[in-house]
Antibody, heavy 113, light 107 residues
């Protein structure tokens, strides 16, 4: 059974970099599929952040592209998200996923001083 | 960038009724990469339909998906109390996009 689990700080200061890791169990990232990150601000809809293919190719939401980096560590079977220069508008539940399923349970990241 | 537009924004129905949710894409999308999700408060989205019409594992057969090209439909044949939630359509591949969601509420 494939499972994904997000980890990282729940509180980030404005202008700093948000960093999250997704740990995958039950499947090797290098074996295939697109993997990536999606977020959901409180009370709002789902927003795609970016994707990484098992080969390492990355694809980003144009609205976030200048601030986002997604990378993969196949030795740890993890992939990560870095979002730079965060503001309060980046406060959201962040999900990692293998498209189209499964998703992680999500982690709330709050941007506040 | 493919924009997905869902309608209606809110759908008020009673248990036992039939629900029809629509999703329109700004350009043609491969059916292989169209999906529907259900989300309940405090939970991650749950995959219902993938490939436009294939039910995900464990999804009851009252849920069905249809459509191709730019128009996608999710039908719930007979609503159960646990079906009242928010539903999102999605196109996925190298890039993704989601519809804004349809809230299915009890009338």
């Amino acid at each position: 059974q494939v499972q994904l689990q997000e980890s990282g700080p729940g509180l980030v200061k404005p202008s700093e970099t948000l960093s999250l890791i997704c740990t995958v169990s039950g499947y090797f990232i290098s074996s295939g599929y697109y993997w990536g990150w999606i977020r959901q601000p409180p009370g709002k809809g789902l927003e795609w952040i970016g994707s990484i293919y098992h080969s390492g190719s990355t694809y980003y939401n144009p609205s976030l592209k200048s601030r986002v980096t997604i990378s993969v560590d196949t030795s740890k079977n993890q992939f990560s998200l870095k979002l730079a220069s965060v503001t309060a508008a980046d406060t959201a539940v962040y999900y990692c996923a293998r498209y189209p399923t499964p998703w992680g349970q999500g982690t709330l990241v709050t941007v506040s001083s | 960038e493919i924009v997905l537009t869902q309608s209606p924004g809110t759908l008020s129905l009673s248990p036992g009724e039939r629900a029809t949710l629509s999703c329109r894409a700004s350009q043609s999308v491969s059916s292989s990469y169209l999906a529907w999700y259900q989300q309940k408060p405090g939970q991650a989205p749950r995959l219902l339909i993938y490939g436009a019409s294939s039910r995900a594992t464990g999804i009851p057969d009252r849920f069905s998906g249809s459509g191709s090209g730019t128009d996608l439909t999710l039908t719930i044949s007979r609503l159960e109390p646990e079906d009242f939630a928010v539903y999102y359509c999605q196109q996925y591949g190298s890039s993704l996009s989601f519809g804004q969601g349809t809230k299915l509420e009890i009338k």
